[in-house]
Every structure is written in structure tokens, then in C-alpha cells.
T-cell receptor
Framework: NAGVTQTPKFQVLKTGQSMTLQCAQD?????MSWYRQDPGMGLRLIHY???????DQGEVPNGYNVSRSTTEDFPLRLLSAAPSQTSVYFC??????????????FGQGTRLTVV | AQKVTQAQTEISVVEKEDVTLDCVYE???????LFWYKQPPSGELVFLIR??????QNEISGRYSWNFQKSTSSFNFTITASQVVDSAVYFC????????????FGTGTRLQVFP
């Protein structure tokens, strides 16, 4: 099992460019989510998904789109990058074990800089 | 509204000292999960513990222990005999029971352990 895999690990974008951050998990987890981490602010939820075809907004969704066409993949799209989107992005997944919902398993993160 | 407060921004200790990281939370839910995650300098998020709101037993795992007090809405984390490898940012987080991917994080406490 590779766990939660995020690509790329680093990215520099120019203001106004669009791009997609990839997130894939091979654990058949039904729940997936995206967070951004900014200095002094902890991690904040951008979007989450409770299963293929179902997504919802988190705390800071503006400027980001998601879709979940398969259980394994949950890409995060930046429509028109802005310097305020400079951050470290984490993808996470979890599942229901039959007795309880597990902790979130996090990817290694993507460091994005928008210039 | 749900909220997690980690009032200690940064703590510095000398190796072998005991250190307690504070976490206070707010939620209207009657059942919920609390978590601690560690983020070492390499940047990944390492899961440490999950506690269900109806289980107020304290837990010990090696040098780590957690004190959950529902009456004061606190979930504090103590490291006994700290080591340099404990240097990291520690996050406390809160989630609803039915979606542990949807986390509310505190702003984190940076722990520096000096030799």
C-alpha cells in the first residue's frame, strides 16, 4: 500500500494560471479531504468527499474546485491562482472500519507558491 | 461553532524535561472525536491518538500521555522525559463522529527540545 499520494510535491505558479493538485489513495477509503496549511493558522479544510460523486465545501473553498469520479482519486483544481493561495496543501483519507470511523491518513503535502 | 484552541504557540525545553501541551475545544455536538497529530520538521502529519468523547479514560503510550477532561473541554498532551526527536509542531484537532476527515485543527504548538 502506498497510502495517500500527492503530486506534485512542489509547484510554482504565476498569478492567473490554473493547475490541478493530484491526490490518490489505494486503501479503498470512502472519505477524502483537502486542507491548506498556512503559518500560524493550522490546517483548514477546503473541500471534502464522503464517496465517489459526492463532494462538499469546507471552511475555505473559494478559488478551488474538486470532483470525485472514483474512490481512489480526489483532485483539487485551482481555477486562477492568486498569491493568497500560496500554501502547503494536504490531502487526507479515512474509512469506516465497521466499528468506528478511523483517523485521517494524510499525504506528504504539496508546497505551492504563487508569484 | 466548533473551535480548537492551542494557546501555547511555542515551547522550549531541555532534554529529559516533562512538557505538557494544552488543547481546549468548543463544540455543540454531544459525541465527537479528539485527535493529536505531530508534524516533524520533514513536514508530514503523524497521527498520535484519537479519543472518543464518551471515553474519558486517560491514556499512556510510552513517554506520551493524554488527559481528557470533558468538564473543562480540554485534551492535554504530556511528553515525559522529552527527547530531541520530539521537536515538532503538535496539532490538536476535533471532528464529528461520522466524518473523521472533516477536522477542525488548532493552530499548533511548536515544541523545541534542546540537548
Amino acid at each position: 500500500n502506498a497510502g495517500v499520494t500527492q503530486t506534485p510535491k512542489f509547484q510554482v505558479l504565476k498569478t492567473g494560471q490554473s493547475m490541478t493538485l493530484q491526490c490518490a489513495q489505494d486503501m479503498n477509503h470512502e472519505y477524502m479531504s483537502w486542507y491548506r496549511q498556512d503559518p500560524g493558522m493550522g490546517l483548514r479544510l477546503i473541500h471534502y468527499s464522503v464517496g465517489a460523486g459526492i463532494t462538499d465545501q469546507g471552511e475555505v473553498p473559494n478559488g478551488y474546485n474538486v470532483s470525485r469520479s472514483t474512490t481512489e482519486d480526489f483532485p483539487l483544481r485551482l481555477l486562477s491562482a492568486a498569491p493568497s493561495q500560496t500554501s502547503v496543501y494536504f490531502c487526507a483519507s479515512s474509512y469506516y472500519s465497521g466499528q468506528a470511523y478511523t483517523e485521517a491518513f494524510f499525504g506528504q503535502g504539496t508546497r505551492l507558491t504563487v508569484v | 461553532a466548533q473551535k480548537v484552541t492551542q494557546a501555547q504557540t511555542e515551547i522550549s525545553v531541555v532534554e529529559k524535561e516533562d512538557v505538557t501541551l494544552d488543547c481546549v475545544y468548543e463544540t455543540r455536538d454531544t459525541t465527537y472525536y479528539l485527535f493529536w497529530y505531530k508534524q516533524p520538521p520533514s513536514g508530514e502529519l503523524v497521527f498520535l491518538i484519537r479519543r472518543n468523547s464518551f471515553d474519558e479514560q486517560n491514556e499512556i503510550s510510552g513517554r506520551y500521555s493524554w488527559n481528557f477532561q470533558k468538564s473543562t473541554s480540554s485534551f492535554n498532551f504530556t511528553i515525559t522525559a522529552s527527547q530531541v526527536v520530539d521537536s515538532a509542531v503538535y496539532f490538536c484537532a476535533l471532528s464529528e463522529v461520522y466524518n473523521t476527515d472533516k477536522l477542525i485543527f488548532g493552530t499548533g504548538t511548536r515544541l523545541q527540545v534542546f540537548p
